[in-house]
């Protein structure tokens, strides 16, 4: 589920404001949201996600997403090879093509 700006920003600070637990910050989430029981609210990964960004960034909003990196090595390597042959790394986890190929300048 996407998640707005405010209910980020409300599940970092309840966090830190409730002694750093989860099971609090998700209670208090659900009543300041007014969620009924059963109703979605944040876990434990999304909340921790956020923290981390907000320690890192002084940000709840989300980062960048890979696709951005990918498309900029694209760019930069059809400037030097002027094709896309090699622009995207063939990453055994991601494409389960083999190893990876670096772009590469000639």
Known sequence: MQWTGEQRAFAVETFFSNG?????TQRAFR???DIPPGGRVPGRQSISNWVDTFRMSFSVAPSPRVVSARRSHIAHCTMFNGSFEGALPRTPHLL?????VACSVT
């Open 20 to 24: 750093r637990s989860f099971v609090a």
């Open 31 to 33: 009543a300041h949201f």
């Open 96 to 100: 389960k093509r083999g190893p990876s």
